[in-house]
Every structure is written in structure tokens, then in C-alpha cells.
């Protein structure tokens, strides 16, 4: 086949939200977020009546509260903010690409499913499919369930397209530049910065899960891209669930334990959150903020995710087209491309902190 009749089709998975901020609809959402076996490894003879005699029993009703306090009139911010980045992606990859394309959106968990968007991929004639999960670290818990959710719904189909995974993207340059623009244009160098990753078991880790690797890795590639000193930036983890150890340290913690010390100003950005959804909005912009003045702490700022930005969008066509165009997909199969980016990384002018800004960004 010829690249002028190859159509790719571009799938961005998220984890999910809930239909609405309502019990039934949390109900509905924690039983199959709980219940996939990629996120609780816990026996299913031990883990499921647990689930369903008792978490969802009383989990539901708090968590539609929390989601109350962040839900919009068009909806779930995850899911909006999703859409729009999908949306800008394929009018920038359009842009870039004379082959055909479409984009669509896909959750692990609730609504649209992954189903859906394979299915929209494929009644817009897609033989291409490209499966991007919005997780720049791989965890077994999210960029392993959404390939799960992939080859579940493809398992099914009597003709399987081409398929290529990118299953992370944790020190590609272009998210490196994409977040540490996001920092440069939001954040004045001031006071301490907070790297917060969600977290997951620690025994997930020992069992050979690479996430904390990478998360430690994105960190460290961030505070070098904008020249941090080591004193003005630290690593934490969010977000726990249950009684086994998670990562450390523990975010909440750390947020007592800078207040108490009596820091004046602290800020905080998610790298591995894609998308602003209930762990940034509210467990850090609000609860956070809350629990690290009343323990003393000064000036709180959350700086958001990337979103729908357009350093967010170059970011994640750039990590696309470098997939798409290596050799081994032969001369014949790369997508005809309207220009070239530059690919490799090279540091652009940026402000630097905290010592002095480069005037080439002023």
C-alpha cells in the first residue's frame, strides 16, 4: 500500500470519569476502574467482595462530592480537555502530513470507551491506527490497562489494521520543552517548586514496574532543561488509595511538612498528568493549598497541566511523527510530510532560574 492511501487513525486514551458527579454514576465508574486487575493486583477472591460489599458501598457517595466541586456545564474537565486536545492534534498533524487522518478519543474506563474510538477511527477508514495513552511515564497501572483495552476491543475485529503503540514518552525533547515552557511562561523561579507524579504500590515497583524510574527521570530533565538549583525543587507522590506502602515521598506530607517548616511560597505542577482532571484540580489546587497554609505555609500556586496548549500540541505531533517516520516502517510506509521539526532536543532560549532570565526570551 501506498502512503497516499494510508489513513491514519490517531487514538488518545485517558484513564476516564465518571458519566456524571452523581453516586450511581461513581458506582458505575469505581467498579470497573477498581475492578481491573492492572490497577488493584490484589487476588480477585480476596479484592472483588471487598470491592463490592464495602467500597462501593461508601466510596461512591465522596468521591461524587469531590467531582461536584470541579465539573463544568459542558461536563467532566478530564474528558473536555481530552476532546480539545484531540482536536487540536489533528488539525496541527494536518498541517504536517499530506497522508489522510483522524483523531479520536478513547477512556479505559467509563465513557466514550476504547471501543468507541477505535470504532469512530474505523468508520472514518483508518488502516493505520496509532494508540497514544496520555501517560508520559508507562505504569502497568495506565499505559498497560489502555493497551489491555486495545487489544480487547481489536481481538474481535476480523480485520486488524496496522497498529503501532506508543506506550510512553517520559524524555522525548518535545514534552521535556512542552512542560518546561509551560513552567518558564507561569512561574517566576521564586520560592520552592513541587514536582508531584501520581503514585502507585510500592510492590508494583519491586515487581519490575519502570514508573518511578521514569517519573524521576522526567523531574530531573525538567530542573536541567531550566537550570534549577537542586535546594529550589523536589519530588513527591499523590494520590495513594488503601493500607499497602506507595511511593514516597507522599505529597500530602510533604505539603504538611513545607508549611509547618514555615516556607512563604510554593509552587506545585503535575508532570504526569496530561490533562487538569479531580487529582489536580481539586486533591492539589484545593485540598492541597488548604493543607499546606493552615499548617503555616504562605503563597500556594498550582500551576495546570498542559491541556489544549499549543506547546502541548506540537509536543505530542512531534512524538507522533517520530514514531511514525523510523526506519523500520520502511521508505514506503512513512507519511508524506508537509515540513520537517527539529527533532533532537536542542535547548531553546528559555528563562533560567533562579538567577537570571535569557533575554533572548524577553
Known sequence: MTDSHRTYGILLINTGTPD????????????????????????????????????????????????????TEEGSPLLLNTRRLASGLQTALSERMESPLCTAVGMCYGNPSVAAGLQALRDQGADHLIVLPLFPQYSATTTGASVDAVFKVLQNWRWVPDLQIISGYHEHPAYIRAVSRNLAAQWDGAGKLLMSFHGIPVSYVNRGDPYQAQCLETAALIAGRLALQPESWSVSFQSRFGPEAWLQPYTDAELERLGAAGMDRLSVVCPGFAVDCLETLDEINREGRIQFQRAGGGAFAYIPALNRSPDHVEALADIILSKIQHPDHGAGQRPVLRRQTDLDGKPEPLRVFPHKRDEQDE
Open 20 to 71: 456524571a458527579p452523581t453516586p450511581p454514576a461513581l458506582r458505575r465508574y469505581l467498579a470497573q476502574f477498581l475492578g481491573d486487575p492492572r490497577v488493584i493486583e490484589y487476588p480477585r477472591w480476596l479484592w472483588l467482595p471487598l470491592l463490592h460489599g464495602v467500597i462501593l458501598q461508601v466510596r461512591p457517595r465522596r468521591s461524587a462530592a469531590l467531582y461536584r466541586r470541579i465539573w
